[in-house]
């Protein structure tokens, strides 16, 4: 572990400076909508301030932008020119849906069970003569290399992906997958929302990545990172259009429409300044304690976790999981327990986790701490399910 992250985690006082939820509650569902820590709240703060005296493009409004493209570029492993500041992931994922130049018979392989913003821009493209192809995984959430293999063919364009299942948090082996797709020269999106600021992400095995920042990069709602591979920005077309993404010197529109060279091709417009400004700060928290670190923390989280859930007679559904496939989301039922109610019970007690269903609407609990979580918390949380 980073020292940072070692002192974040045995030293109370800064564990509730830095993470001012940790005061009153425990907080285990970072992979729904996280709190921000206390370092984004004061930057949106400030900037809030600071513009009230001011228009919104004041000081140092540019070099935030370009400062926030370097550290997400840094924690996928791009460069800072290929980093599109635009959220929400549903936005990146549609760009990719509607800009890629489809033929009609091509083919797009995609999991219908998975978050509905990575179902519907490529089940919706049958509309256009593409032919969604969808996986059919024994195991819900359980996406193999092999059995995306197996749904390939000569028409595949396009493999959409999650990077970790939002429901059983089954994490994506994308590396081996995007290294078999290049070389079929077939493309690859990843929704990286349930991995950016929990694990590693390196950009060289993919083609496209979309991550908003309210759930593991802790950051606020409808912030976030596109990404898209510059060797495909002639194949890919910007589907909007806006002052921002097209040349327009001195705002005079052209009449020739001309992109960007670089991802601010895909901002159409007016920036998030607010939302930017947060995420600016809480990735400058996640890479001071370092992303191998807050990895190797979730591992050991999650196996704690799922050893005392078990220990209560609960079913763990990353049971049967390889250890590769571990991720920071712990989902597991009680056999004849009522969810609804032990959810109610926990919200009661200061506790958050998220009470979530699956395709046959059963209910599950999943529980999603982060790296400053602590043992002792999930001990509480299991005296609390105990009783």
């Known amino acids: 572990m980073s020292s940072r992250l070692i002192e974040i985690i045995e030293n109370p006082e800064i564990r509730h400076r830095e993470f001012p939820v940790t005061r009153d509650k425990i907080f285990l569902a970072h992979a729904g909508v996280a709190p921000l820590t206390r370092a984004a709240a004061q930057a949106v703060q400030e900037y809030a301030w600071e513009i009230t005296e001011n228009f919104q493009e004041v000081g140092d409004f540019f070099a ?221 928290v996640l890479m001071e304690v370092g992303i191998e670190s807050i990895h190797a923390r979730l591992l050991h989280l999650h196996r704690y976790l799922r050893t005392k859930l078990q220990e209560l007679g609960w079913e763990v559904l990353s049971e049967s999981y390889p250890e590769s496939a571990y991720s920071g989301i712990v989902t597991a039922r009680k056999a004849g327990g009522d969810l609804n109610q032990i959810y109610k019970k926990l919200s009661e007690a200061g506790v958050v986790v998220s009470l979530r269903w699956d395709a046959n609407q059963n209910p599950l609990i999943r529980f999603s701490p982060h790296f400053y979580n602590l043992e002792s918390e999930i001990d509480q949380v299991m005296t609390l399910l105990r009783n």
């Open 64 to 284: 935030n932008l370009e400062k926030t493209r370097q550290l997400a570029a840094d924690l996928i492993h791009a460069k800072p020119a290929e980093i599109a500041l635009i959220g929400p992931t549903a936005l990146g994922l549609n760009l990719v849906a509607l800009g890629i130049d489809w033929s009609g018979g091509d083919e797009v392989v995609y999991y219908p069970q998975d978050y509905p913003s990575n179902v519907y821009p490529w089940s919706d493209l049958s509309r256009r003569g593409v032919r969604p192809v969808p996986l059919r995984p024994e195991n819900p959430g359980k996406i193999t290399p092999e059995l995306v293999f197996a749904s390939l063919s000569s028409k595949t364009k396009l493999v959409a992906l999650s990077s970790c299942h939002y429901l059983t948090g089954y994490r994506l082996d994308y590396q081996a997958i995007g290294s078999e797709l290049k070389k079929r020269g077939i493309l690859f999106c990843l929704d990286s929302i349930q991995s950016l600021g929990a694990t590693p992400v390196d950009v060289q095995y993919i083609d496209f990545l979309s991550a908003d920042s309210h759930k593991w990069l802790l950051g606020p709602l409808g912030a976030g990172i596109f990404y898209a591979n510059p060797e495909l920005y002639e194949r890919f077309h910007p589907t909007m259009l806006g002052s921002w993404n097209v040349h327009s010197p001195g705002f005079v529109a052209q009449e020739e429409i001309r992109f960007h060279s670089t991802a601010q091709r895909f901002e159409i417009g007016s920036m998030n300044g607010l939302g930017i400004m947060g995420m600016k700060a809480s990735l400058e």
